[in-house]
């Protein structure tokens, strides 16, 4: 084992309060939140069961880990939910000057579409 790995080897947490492992070092049965996710879990609640620790740039990172057997499923967004994040996309198309739809997203350093601002610049 290298001095590296050594360093946050901890599988029984006397060191640093929770069971330590270095990067990729981790038993099957946890994953962080991320891997989580992309499994359509989330963590239901469940404490912080490990972590990971590796030297990173700025110095050590962390990253946590939660069991498997305890995740929950995700709930998926309510109809609710989804109209609302399609209005707010809408409104982020929608020029305040000529209350057009545009097909992407107006820059808020401009506050209005390209071609209000284009025009505008060129008065």
Request: with cysteine; hydrophobic share 35%.
């Amino acid at each position: 084992m290298s001095r590296i790995r050594a360093a946050y080897w901890d599988p029984d947490g006397d060191r640093y309060g929770l069971p330590t492992y270095w990067w990729r070092g981790a038993p099957a049965g946890y994953a962080t939140r991320r891997q989580l996710r992309i499994a359509g879990l989330c963590p239901g609640r469940q404490p912080i069961a490990a972590q990971i620790l590796w030297a990173g740039v700025g110095g050590t990172r962390t990253a946590y880990l939660y069991r498997r057997d305890l995740a929950r499923p995700k709930r998926p967004a309510t109809v609710a939910q989804r109209r609302a994040i399609r209005a707010a996309l809408a409104a982020r198309r929608t020029c305040p000057t000529c209350r057009e739809v545009r097909p992407y997203f107006i820059r808020r350093s401009l506050g209005e579409c390209e071609t209000c601002h284009d025009a505008r610049s060129t008065r």
